[in-house]
């Protein structure tokens, strides 16, 4: 029999009010021993909680009957006044009832298990508890509302498509249907070969969005790095001195431009140095500047091209810096900026938003916004990919290719779910959700 669980929905702490979730057949009974009688579905209702003539808390008490809430099982809410004690009070009186307190996403689990949502839709509402961009938000929202579902729902009806033609000729090979019919599944693969490669071809842009877009700002000793770090960030987040390489190693700083979520990185100047210190920065800064989605070019005036130029890519933008000097750069390609005097910044700022918004916005729901996702996505394509050269082989071989591309894209929205892809997802969440 399952267990009844309970478990705070609030941020633990003084608060004018700290919300308890309950869920699991135990509920009601739970509700009767607190004292909280006569509860109508999905209304709110004043009670006073007691238990065995103690007094925990008034409270606002909601019910909410199975299978209508958010578990698939009997759930309520006790609304109590946010006080550390009233809570503390209120969770020894459900242990006393028999409750236990809930594991991290195990009411997301439960939901889940009685088919409230898929597990798209169960990661999208531990994204969407940890949006802190519009961009991440209307994301996660838009895959709690089954649009990744749909995009890998829509990947399998075609595969299943192409099976059923393989399958029949496997199973009836000695009915009436036509002569090599596995191999008129061909062309109905082309296309989801193609499709899904589109998908992959997409696949940092979800992860870009959830995750954050990485710019590392790359260039020579002193040629403005730092200052331009503090500069965005709008704080002295970086040391900054005329002292050459007095950056030794990788700072990372979160912010948000134009509604997108980006990591900033300021690195060590590249340059050859014996120094064992600055030689591990100059290395992680190389690294970093590879791994990068956009690469910020930061050069002084008088700076030549120096180690950073083999980092840089067409798509990359150069950035001059000590524009206060007066020096003219205005023939060179990119963006003047002064850190000093502010000169720049706003072009710059605005020159970012359009690129995220360019790399990050698309007009399809991208089929990828975890590494899970992308893992199954890429088992799919090469099963389909092995199939569709093995159909010529004889339809048994293709056959067996093509449920395992199946099994994997089942595997995103659960359809096909092992305990460990469940505790990778679950044990993510917060605890309460």
């Known amino acids: ?11 633990p702490g ?12 135990g509920t009601d009974g739970a509700l009767d ?31 909410f009957p199975k299978p209508h809430s958010y578990t698939g099982e009997d759930c309520a809410e006790l609304h109590l006044h946010g006080g550390r004690a009233v809570v503390e009070r209120a969770s020894a009186a459900l242990i006393a009832l028999g409750l236990r307190p809930a594991d991290p996403g195990e009411f997301t689990r439960r939901a889940f298990e009685n088919q409230r949502m898929d597990l798209a839709q169960a990661e999208a509402v531990a994204d969407l508890i940890d949006a802190e961009t519009t961009a991440q938000a209307t994301q996660a929202l838009g895959q709690l509302g089954g649009a990744l579902s749909e995009t890998y729902a829509g990947f399998r009806r ?13 199973d009836f090979p000695d009915e009436e249907i036509p002569d090599q019919l596995a191999l008129s599944a061909g062309p109905v693969l082309d296309r989801l070969i193609e499709t899904l490669s589109a998908a992959m071809a997409d696949a940092d842009r979800g992860r870009r969005v959830r995750e954050g877009y990485r710019i590392v700002l790359i260039g020579e000793t002193n040629a403005g790095k ?29 912010l ?27 290395r992680r800064a190389r690294r970093r500047a590879e791994g990068a989605d956009l690469r910020l070019w930061v050069r002084a ?19 001059w810096t000590k524009a206060d000097l007066g020096a003219d750069v205005a023939s060179r390609p990119g963006l003047s900026i002064s850190a000093v005097t502010g000169q720049g910044l706003a072009e710059l700022e605005a020159w970012l938003a359009v690129r995220l918004q360019r790399d990050l916005s698309g007009g399809d729901f991208p089929a ?29 071989l293709a056959g067996e290719d093509l449920r395992r591309a199946s099994d994997a894209l089942a595997r995103v929205t659960g359809a096909v779910a092992v305990e460990d892809v469940l505790g990778e997802v679950f044990a993510t969440f917060c605890i309460g959700k």
């Open 1 to 11: 029999m399952t267990q009844t669980i309970f478990a705070l929905a609030t941020p």
């Open 14 to 25: 003084r608060g004018a009010i700290a919300i308890l979730r309950l869920s699991g057949p």
């Open 33 to 63: 021993a607190l004292g909280a009688h006569g509860l109508k579905p999905r209304l709110a209702a004043l009670r006073t909680l007691a238990l065995d003539g103690v007094a925990i808390d008034q409270a606002l008490v909601l019910r």
């Open 158 to 170: 075609d595969l299943l498509r192409a099976l059923a033609l393989v399958e029949a000729e496997i």
């Open 226 to 254: 730092s200052a331009l770090f503090n500069a965005l960030l709008a704080r002295e987040a970086a040391i900054v001195t005329p002292i050459a390489g007095t950056t030794r190693d990788v700072l990372d700083a979160e």
């Open 256 to 282: 948000i431009i134009g509604g997108y979520a980006v990591t900033l990185s300021d690195t060590a100047g590249l340059r050859e140095s014996d120094d064992p210190i600055e030689a591990e920065g100059v």
């Open 301 to 319: 005036p008088g700076d030549g091209a120096g180690d950073a130029a083999a980092f840089v890519r067409p798509d990359d933008l150069t950035v």
């Open 368 to 396: 990828v916004t975890r590494e899970r996702h992308r893992r199954r996505l890429s088992e799919a394509l090469e099963a389909v990919r092995m199939g569709r050269a093995r159909l010529a082989d004889g339809p048994e």
